[in-house]
Each structure stands twice: as C-alpha cells, then as structure tokens.
C-alpha cells in the first residue's frame, strides 16, 4: 500500500481529512501524519507542537499499515 491507495482507503470509509496529513502540506498538528526523511518513513503525531508517536518504518506499505490501522482503531 502507498499513501495514495491510503487517502483512497480512508475517503471511501468517510474518515475526515482532519484526523491525518500524508502529503506533508499544511497542518501537522493534532493529526496523524507520515513523511519520508532520511531514507526512512516516519509516523508521528504532533500534539501542541510536540511528536507523541514518533516512528520509522523501512517501507512506505508498512507505515501506510500502520496509520490505517491506528485510523481503523479510533473510528
């Protein structure tokens, strides 16, 4: 899975756009949010401009994994 199957996903099952950021553009506070850096997929949560989840996955299918499932287990 790649986050743009993961925007397909998460639209088709009426999850607001608020709740994540996967485009690295805009707001990245108080929402689940993936980026590349340094050769590694990174998946935080930014609350009040402090990273409460702050990991990094290998593959962008893992990471894109793991957001639906944090996703999946709060709606």
Do not use: Q
């Amino acid at each position: 899975m790649d986050r743009i199957e993961l925007k397909k996903l998460l639209k088709n099952n009426n999850i607001p756009t608020y709740v994540y950021n996967l485009d690295e553009v805009g707001r990245d506070d108080e929402r689940l949010c993936l980026r590349f850096a340094d050769g590694k997929w990174n998946v935080y949560f930014s609350e009040r401009g402090v990273k409460t989840t702050d990991l990094f996955f290998d593959s962008e299918d893992e990471a894109c994994k793991y957001i639906l499932h944090e996703i999946e287990s709060y709606h």
